[in-house]
């Protein structure tokens, strides 16, 4: 009877211990199996912003200008947009590509004079125009412009005006007459200078302009 109940203990203890190691085999295994892999560190690289690039001043921006402007017809304070004719490259990188467009403001304009006064127009970029971001504010030297002179489209008009004077004048009398109507036919053409202005300035679309940075720009 001991012997029996002495079996009946010993087997319940070997199940119960079987039962035991197998319940904790498996969550063991299962704990190092499943266990997630530190990650965390290039999680975190992925938030970082991407570092910047520093455009350095003096760096030459070419454009086109898809705005036209002109001496005639733009005002001071108004902006056009252009777009970058070449890729900006710093260090072996594309930092800003062909084709991004900018915007840029007329600094000062002035029409073409009478007689005196030849047509000007300065022009400014302001802006980087970026598609997914914030607009970039830029700083560039100010490009200027004077429309050629007339100088000698002027004296031909006047040389012009006192030869046809002249040649009425000898018609009426000659000799004293010759004399005064040059000095009426210079006259004439003196007034023809001052009533017609000299070359204007114009910069229609696709027009291709360089600029250069003022100052440094980060992107």
């Known amino acids: ?48 912003p991407a570092p910047k690039i520093t455009i350095p001043a003096g760096t030459r921006l070419h454009v086109a200008l ?40 007329v600094v000062d304009v002035e029409e073409s004079g009478r007689v005196k006064g ?10 980087i125009i970026r598609d997914n971001a914030r607009d970039v504010a830029i700083s560039t030297k100010t490009f200027s412009a004077v429309a050629e002179p007339t100088k000698k489209r002027d004296a031909a008009i006047i040389g012009g005006g006192a030869g046809l004077g002249a040649a009425i004048g000898a018609i009426a009398g000659g ?12 006259g004439a053409g003196t007034g023809t200078v001052l009533a017609t202005k000299g070359k204007e ?10 600029f250069t940075l003022a100052q440094s720009v980060e992107i």
């Open 1 to 48: 009877m001991r012997m029996k109940y002495f079996l009946y203990i010993l087997i319940l203890g070997i199940l119960i211990a079987s039962l035991v190691a197998c319940s904790k085999a498996p969550s063991e295994t299962s704990a190092d199996s499943t266990a997630p892999a530190d990650n965390s560190g290039s999680f975190l690289d992925k938030l970082k």
């Open 66 to 105: 898809i705005d036209g402007v002109s001496s005639n017809q733009s005002s001071s304070g108004d902006q056009f947009m252009a777009s970058l004719t070449d890729p900006v490259v710093i260090d072996g990188k594309t930092v800003l590509a062909k084709g991004t467009k900018v915007r840029g403001r």
């Open 118 to 127: 030849r047509a000007s127009i300065q022009l400014k970029l302001t802006d």
């Open 175 to 186: 000799g004293k007459g010759a004399a005064i109507g040059a000095a009426v036919g210079g």
């Open 201 to 210: 300035i114009h910069y229609p679309p696709e027009t291709r302009l360089t």
